[in-house]
């Protein structure tokens, strides 16, 4: 029998189809490493060498996107890689409209597309990789802070429209640039699509439109992620978005893959917690995997976590959730 390729396992499970198993993929921050291009490169290519997933997400800070704006972090030991914003250039409404399109190929965009080069060049194909993009909403919380976004998005829309503007050119410049490493799809970070953070109106007007220009900018990418952060998610009014795969935090939002799976087309990525991923013993995490499967009868899944997993998960955690889908 013809050994199925990492694409054609993807490819099949996006589809409905029954792959030869379900595909697998984990993702997580790589702090200090993701500064320097060779190091993010270097961290995600042992990453793929030690575990052998199915796709390599790759994961910049969250910062990568504003830092060439004059956004300034560092990294104090969150347990998910995050790092602490020190210094936001947006401190008033007016700045909003002094924000100019970036250049992809200076500064830290320039050293995303680096890593990502190296990276296409070491897999070769073999593993599809993707790159991670940021909603234009979240890349604006990163220049202002979250309640002053909002605030200047409801006090003076013109001013913030402006400014997301912005943004969206520079997202859908560097998207056009990072097709030219070799990447198979995005994945596309949203973080506002939630309770209270903002009603569905809201989102209607400050985010779908501009969601969609960037979604339509990978549109010939045929590995497109959707990931809906946190709980209390506004998941029917993205059900409709154009990609193959949608992540979200299953356990903690109360949707689980099947009911999610009832609202999307294509496939579902999780059906692991990464807060259970990071328990001290693999046991709970191989219940929620039997879990997973039975809910999903093993089609239309990407197994893993509904986010990042934690830089301290216990590796016998991971390596117990890579090969559980060797032994069904």
């Known amino acids: 029998m013809t050994k199925w390729n990492k694409r054609q396992r993807l490819e099949a499970a996006i589809a409905g189809e029954i792959p030869d198993r379900i595909p697998v993929a984990l993702w997580r921050h790589w702090p200090g ?47 998910e890689g995050t790092r602490e914003y020190v210094r936001r250039p947006i401190q008033q409404p007016a700045d909003w409209e002094k924000l100019a399109p970036l250049d992809p190929y200076q500064g830290m965009l320039a050293k995303q597309l680096k890593a990502l080069h190296l990276i296409g060049e070491e897999l070769a194909g073999e593993t599809p990789f993707i790159t991670t993009i940021f909603a ?66 809201e989102y209607e007007m400050w985010a779908r439109p501009y969601d969609l220009q ?23 009014e993205l059900a409709d978005y154009p990609t193959a795969i949608v992540n979200w935090h299953d356990r903690e939002t109360g949707l689980s893959l099947r009911r999610g799976l009832q609202k999307i087309k294509g496939a579902a990525s999780g059906g692991v917690d990464h807060w259970t991923l990071h328990q001290e013993s693999p046991e709970q995490t191989l219940e929620e995997i039997e879990d997973a499967i039975a809910q999903t009868n093993g089609r239309r899944l990407l197994l893993g976590t509904g986010c990042v997993a934690m830089v301290t998960t216990p590796l016998r955690n991971i390596r117990a959730l890579r090969e559980s889908v060797e032994r069904r």
């Open 33 to 79: 490493d993701d500064q320097d291009a060779g190091a993010l490169a270097a961290a995600h290519l042992k990453w793929q060498h030690d575990y052998d997933w199915d796709l390599l997400k790759v994961g910049p800070s969250s910062s990568y996107s504003v830092v060439d704006w004059g956004v300034r972090d560092r990294w104090v030991g969150h347990i």
């Open 136 to 201: 234009p909403l979240s890349q604006a919380k990163h220049l202002a802070d979250n309640p002053a976004m909002l605030s200047h998005l409801r006090s003076h829309p013109d001013a913030f429209r402006r400014g997301l503007e912005t943004i969206t050119e520079s997202t859908i410049r560097f998207i056009e640039a990072a097709k030219e490493t070799g990447i198979s799809g995005i994945y596309y970070a949203i973080q506002h699509a939630r309770y209270p953070q903002m009603s569905p109106a």
């Open 214 to 236: 960037i979604l339509e900018a990978a549109g010939d990418l045929w590995l497109n992620i959707l990931h809906i952060h946190s709980s209390d998610i506004m998941f029917d």
